[in-house]
């Protein structure tokens, strides 16, 4: 009935090295993660734990065969590329040909943005740490979905939700929300089509990689809800909702819109508190065309024959949201939720009368503002190698090259994080989801971890003739609150297993 | 009754009038912002020209990415 729920964000970066296109993208990739973790001074990497793993299992209840699918689904084969789990709970690897930050758990949308943020300068430090490496080329890393050639890749948020929920009214509620929500997390793009082939400005990075309504892929023909049904925790009890059709955000505004939002209209799909059918015609062309229009006119038709624009049907989104909160907890609203409903009012109602004053909010209203003082400065057309250069180092993670770092720095910004909170994050885990306990272990006990994932923590102890395994199923436990006397009191890893057998 | 009406038509003016002098306040006002944040603008252009990579068209076209998730 709130923001509160668990979720996380993962984020595949863009990679290259200047002046070398060629340059082999696993390798580079593996080369920014090792470097890092090479930095944490670790003697013992551990492994990822792939146990509980099942990628290929779909929310709509059937297991895809295994020989059926893509190699590119298949992601819980230990390819033997860079992998680390960091202090700070999160995981530090090669996905496909890119490095790939995967943040703690969390439990609200302002932490999902700290935690986030913590990924970018890790990253920004695992590239600087590589090209200390004698003979190394500068790898330059990107917080970006497409390299406007026709190539994407992902940004992806997760949120656990109650099994109970059937997913058929996930599929009906999420998808209008999914369609339109781009005009508030929506990271600008200079290019038109997969390839950017036409030229001009639209509001999100992904929207043109998107081509069916709902699937199991990722890859290839991507769902705008997609039924990966793999919930790192209880199955009985949770599914994880795995949403792979938001962009890269960088301003913090839009990564706390963007989670915040959906966990509202989550807690109210879960609680059948939706009254109202907004099913959109046509979904996935809505979801191009929306995102070609800048000027945020293009109308939306719905099932019903009614037809409005994106931002206002994000106001029916946000004005039973608004209802939902005050029927169940009026003045007990807390302060988190009770920012979020207030910023997204706000940000569409400015959207709607005048979208530019959005420009230190939002990533694509900021982007589009730098790039139409270029057109204008410097009488630019949309196929400028000048202005898509603007579009990529917007999203460049290095504080003295990425334009987004740079002005935020100067205050062009406006956030709901400082800096100190996001450099204590880069080490430390969240304190109230199991991913303290994970983070704790890493930092205490690294030399005794052999592996870990998100459900789990796998010790080699001395004296144990088999490997420990302590199963974290359940994301609410293992929190500071839980398990902190424990840990400070247990000197080894030794001892702390000791005292989960016997307690 | 002509009075009232005579009033009414009075008072109409009276409010026509302020609402056009709003709008004329409303009006360089919004000029005044116009200029302003085209002002921050200019000066944030300044800053970004300092920092792009050279050779744009060289650099966006060395920018070639796998596909991913």
Redesign the interface.
């Known amino acids: 009935m709130s923001v509160w729920r668990i979720m996380g964000t993962e984020t595949?970066y863009?990679?290259?090295v200047?002046?070398?296109?060629g340059a082999n993208?696993m390798l580079i990739s593996s080369q920014i993660v090792n470097s890092y973790a090479a930095a944490m001074h670790r003697a013992r990497r551990a492994r990822w734990d792939f146990e509980e793993e099942n990628p290929l299992r779909d929310a709509r209840g059937f297991d895809l065969a295994r020989d059926v699918a893509d190699a590119s689904q298949l992601t819980d084969e230990d390819a033997g590329l860079a992998n680390v789990i960091l202090t700070n709970g999160a995981r530090l690897y090669v996905?496909?040909?890119?490095p790939e930050y995967s943040s703690p758990e969390v439990t609200n949308p302002r932490d999902a943005v700290v935690w986030d943020k913590a990924g970018e300068w890790i990253m920004a430090e695992a590239s600087r740490r590589a090209a200390e490496i004698p003979g190394t080329a500068p790898i330059n890393l990107?917080k970006n979905n497409?390299?406007?050639?026709?190539?994407?890749?992902?940004s992806?948020e997760n949120y656990l939700m109650q099994r109970t929920t059937p997913f058929a009214d996930i599929v009906r509620n999420l998808t209008p929300f999914f369609v339109s929500r781009q005009v508030v997390c929506g990271a600008g793009r200079v290019g038109v089509g997969q390839d950017g082939r036409a030229h001009g400005f639209q509001i999100s990075q992904r929207a043109d990689f998107f081509e069916v309504e709902v699937g199991l892929e990722?890859?290839l023909k991507r769902p705008i809800i997609n039924t990966r049904d793999e919930p790192h925790a209880d199955p009985e009890r949770y599914r994880r909702l795995h949403v792979?059709i938001g962009d890269a955000n960088l301003a913090e505004i839009s990564v706390y819109l963007k989670m915040g939002t959906t966990a509202l209209v989550l807690a109210m799909i879960e609680e059948r508190f939706m009254s109202t059918d907004l099913s959109v015609d046509q979904p996935v062309r809505t979801l191009h065309q929306v995102s070609h229009d800048p000027t945020l006119r293009q109308l939306v038709t719905l099932r019903n024959g009614r037809k409005l624009t994106a931002v206002q049907l994000q106001m029916e989104y946000c004005e039973q949201a608004r209802k939902f909160v005050e029927d169940r907890l009026g003045s007990d609203v807390d302060d988190v939720t009770k920012d979020v409903l207030e910023r997204w009012e706000s940000v569409l109602s400015r959207l709607e009368s005048d979208p530019?004053t959005l420009s230190r909010e939002l990533d694509w209203v900021a982007k589009y503002?730098?790039l139409l003082?270029?057109r204008k400065?410097d009488g630019l057309d949309w196929d400028s190698?000048?202005l898509?250069?603007?579009d990529?180092?917007y999203s460049d993670v290095r504080p003295?090259?990425g334009?987004y770092q740079?002005?935020a720095a100067?205050g062009?910004f406006e956030r709901i994080t400082s800096d100190e909170e996001i450099r204590r994050a880069v080490d430390h885990p969240p304190e109230d989801t199991r991913a303290y306990f994970r983070g704790r272990c890493l930092d205490k006990y690294a030399d005794s971890v052999a592996a870990a994932s998100w459900d789990s923590v796998i010790f080699d102890v001395p004296g144990r003739e088999s490997l420990q395994r302590v199963p974290t199923l359940e994301p609410t436990r293992g929190t500071k609150q839980h398990v902190q006397a424990l840990i400070d009191r247990s000197r080894t890893a030794e001892d702390l297993v000791r005292a989960l057998t016997e307690g | 009754m002509a009075a009232d009406e005579r009033g009414g038509q009075q008072h109409a003016n009276r409010d026509k009038q302020e609402v056009e002098e709003t709008e004329t306040e409303a009006g360089s006002d919004l000029k005044e912002r116009q200029e302003k944040l085209s002002e921050d603008v200019d000066s944030m252009l300044d800053e970004i020209d300092e920092v792009l990579e050279a050779n744009s068209e060289d650099f966006v076209r060395g920018f070639v990415q796998k596909g991913g998730q």
Do not use: F
Request: glycine share 10%; no cysteine.
């Open positions: 595949e863009g990679i290259s200047p002046g070398n296109p993208a996905d496909h040909a890119h990107y497409t390299d406007n050639k026709g190539a994407s890749y992902g992806h990722t890859t792979i530019m503002e730098i003082g270029y400065r190698s000048r898509q250069l603007v990529l180092q003295e090259k334009l740079r002005l100067r062009r």
